[in-house]
């Protein structure tokens, strides 16, 4: 069993920058991706940013492309999104997924996902 913890939300300013981060623990994460989602209110669950844990692809939806990046601490099982230029259509809470890896998630989806963190919410104003 795999237990997600999201930390690094709270409210900014628009312009401004967060990290979040996903830590995996229970044991060392063997699965094919970790990925972050977010929904925003009133709207659906939307995909955000996926980190591939064997070869480090990762892989942005274009709402965040060029503002967002992915990157990995292998020793602490973690994913951190780094959040920069905020914009208040940013705002929402944030969900890290993890698989078990017997079978691939589809890709920009949150089909076949096996654990899921608690969120945390990001407020950017305007």
């Known amino acids: 069993q795999v237990q997600l913890v999201e930390s690094g939300g709270g409210l900014v300013q628009a312009g401004g920058s967060l990290r979040l981060s996903c830590a995996a623990s229970?044991?060392?994460?063997?699965?094919?991706?970790m990925t972050w989602f977010r929904r925003a209110p009133g709207k659906e669950r939307e995909f955000v940013a996926s980190?591939?844990?064997?070869?480090?692809?990762?892989y942005c939806a274009d709402s965040v492309k060029g503002r967002f990046t992915l990157s990995r601490d292998n020793a602490k099982n973690t994913v951190y999104l780094q959040m920069n230029s905020l914009k208040p259509e940013d705002t929402a809470v944030y969900y890290c997924?993890?698989?078990?890896?017997?079978?691939?998630?589809?890709?920009?989806?949150?089909?076949?996902?096996?654990?899921w963190g608690q969120g945390t919410q990001v407020t950017v104003s305007s």
């Open positions: 997924a993890a698989d078990k890896g017997m079978r691939a998630p589809v890709p920009y989806s949150d089909i076949g996902y096996d654990y």
């Open positions: 229970g044991r060392a994460y063997s699965g094919y991706y």
């Open positions: 980190f591939r844990w064997t070869t480090g692809s990762t």
